[in-house]
């Protein structure tokens, strides 16, 4: 077989080379160990968490070796894509501070190496694959989705393994003259690799992540182009990444099988092999038992899921550093006020099956990240969350932001911060009843106390209420009224004998809390009334009596 004819006949237009795309897309000039590596999303759509664990990965390497980290953005499934795709994923990495040197922006591409959409990059496709072909690499097949379909049945009847391989690679070593037949018949074709593998050997290989692997050989012609001309995940794997001069590919494990087709591609192109760091899937607990996060079952994968709970970016950030490196914890405890990038991230420290996503302790970084946070920062993204989310509740914040602020004030700073807030949607039901248009009565005071007594208590708290005495002195009158209606001042005497009380302190502090804040739970409410001011303390709880003495 001619195959320099072949490949002539088949890419007649093509005529760059090889030698000018690789002095097109020289060796990166970068110091000893500097890792360059990608995110190399597809478009669907459907941006997920495992796009911020790739991503974050990946970056750490590349910005901590001090290398290069790009964006690539893999179009070339057109069946999947989604309209205005991209730009959501890109701003969906630069929301969750995935930030490139290099790649697909918004606003078009940056840096030497592109384009970095792939199907923009066909035509470089096309020069390597003719390549293949004028070396006996590569071949046209004109199969039909019948005919592939009919060899996956008599596949299935024979319990032969599924594929174009071996004898079921009808078009594998077909003379000149039926390729030619079908070329001018107009007949469309895909371009297959040519595997020289056997499915009897292993391939020994050493995952950064993985650890050493033996991986079955792959004996199969798989599809490099698509008859539209556009490369498969495959091919254009191999000659971006090489072109790109990628030295580490990070991504998910689901490709793990893909691997020895990929080490066959990049030897027979003459590439250099990069290194592959595969990550384990997120997996979480359902049940007693562990299975993968899905799309279908599982909200919380989606990135919007966070957006509209409002989890601060940080938390997501820190959240997931957690549950890929072993040591982030211990290190977040030793260094609790450091920035995220002095943590050495380290593939080393990653679980090869996979990382235990869960909500819960997602919820607990959070808000630890926001006890940390400074009041004014707090009011800042709360806002931001809301004017997307709960427009009311905006408008409010934006009508009062001191008092805001004040509220977000409570608790916060010295060495022991309150960990109150987990994420902004529960900002409202936390403080939004210091604004009147959102106050409103949701808990009751137990109609197992006296009315006369919560009346009592009430009045006469609001006839003695002073702003500016000291919380002490505050107390101490909540405690006298306390003492003059038969409740306990003292917890340990009422502990030590409820019946001889009416109740205690803890009552007659839920009565007043009841009635300023609507709520049995709220911040700390010597600092809640300060910050409503005495005209609303009194208002409301003249307010509850109103109602209570009805
Ligand atoms: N487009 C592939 C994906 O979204 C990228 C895999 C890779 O990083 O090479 O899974």
Redesign the pocket.
């Known amino acids: 077989m001619d195959y320099p004819y072949l490949a002539e006949l088949l890419f007649p237009d093509v005529k760059l080379t090889p030698e000018e795309l690789e002095s097109r897309y020289p060796a990166r000039q970068l110091p000893e160990g500097a890792i360059v590596s990608?995110?190399?999303?597809?478009p669907?759509g459907f941006v997920h968490l495992?796009?911020i664990v790739?991503g974050l990965t990946?970056e750490r390497l590349c910005h901590q070796s001090g290398g290069v980290f790009f964006l690539?953005i893999?179009d070339?499934d057109a069946k999947r894509e989604v309209q205005g795709a991209v730009e959501t994923l890109i701003e969906a990495l630069k929301h969750y501070h995935i930030l490139f040197d290099e790649g697909a922006t918004v606003d078009g591409d940056i840096g030497p190496y592109g384009p970095y959409r792939q199907r923009q990059r066909a035509q470089i496709y096309h020069v390597y694959a003719k390549k293949l072909v004028a070396e006996g690499k590569a071949y046209p097949c004109f199969c039909t989705e019948e005919e592939l379909d009919a060899m996956r049945n008599t596949q299935e009847a024979r319990k032969d393994n599924f594929g174009y391989y071996g004898a079921y690679a009808v078009w594998r070593d077909r003379p000149m003259e039926d390729i030619k037949t079908e070329l001018a018949a107009g007949k469309p074709w895909v371009l297959r690799f040519r595997s020289e593998g056997n499915i009897e050997n292993k391939i020994k290989f050493t995952d950064l992540i993985k650890g050493n692997l033996e991986l079955t050989e792959n004996d199969v012609d798989h599809v490099l182009l698509k008859s539209d001309g556009i490369p498969t995940?495959h091919f254009a794997?191999a000659v971006d990444?090489h072109l790109m001069r990628t030295t580490h590919?990070?991504?998910?494990d689901?490709?793990l099988p893909s691997l020895p087709f990929h080490v066959q591609l990049f030897r027979a192109l003459g590439f250099r092999l990069p290194k592959y760091a595969h990550i384990g899937p997120l997996m979480k607990m359902d049940g007693t038992s562990k299975r993968k996060l899905s799309k279908r079952k599982d909200p919380e994968l989606a990135l919007t899921f966070y957006q509209a709970q409002g989890y601060p970016v940080p938390a997501v950030l820190e959240y997931v550093l957690t549950i890929l490196n072993s040591n982030f914890e211990d290190w977040r405890q030793a260094n609790p006020d450091a920035n995220l990038d002095d943590f050495k991230f380290s593939y080393k420290k990653m679980n090869p099956a996979g990382s235990l996503f869960d909500v819960d302790k997602l919820r607990d970084v959070s808000k630890n990240v926001i006890s940390r946070m400074s009041a004014d920062e707090v009011y800042a993204l709360v806002l931001e969350w809301a004017k997307e989310f709960d427009v009311p509740f905006a408008a409010a914040l934006e009508a009062e932001p001191d008092k805001a602020r004040a509220a977000f004030a409570i608790g916060r700073g010295g060495k022991k911060p309150r960990k109150d807030l987990a994420i902004w949607s529960e900002a409202k039901s936390y403080m939004g009843f210091i604004f009147d248009a959102l106050f409103a009565r949701e808990d009751e005071i137990d109609p197992k106390f006296d009315k006369a007594d919560v009346c009592a208590a009430l009045t006469v708290f609001a006839q003695d209420y002073d702003p500016a005495d000291e919380q002490s002195v505050w107390f101490d009158k909540i405690k006298a009224i306390t003492d003059s209606l038969g409740y306990a001042s003292d917890m340990k005497a009422y502990r030590a004998d409820p019946a001889a009380f009416r109740g205690s302190v803890a009552d007659v502090s839920m009565f007043l809390r009841v009635a300023v804040t609507g709520k049995l739970n709220s911040p700390d409410m010597y600092e809640v009334m300060r910050v409503l001011g005495r005209k609303t303390v009194l208002a409301r709880i003249h307010a509850l009596l109103e109602t209570l003495e009805r």
């Open positions: 990608r995110a190399a999303p597809s669907t495992g796009n790739q990946s690539r893999e070339t995940y794997h990444d590919v990070v991504r998910g689901e490709w």
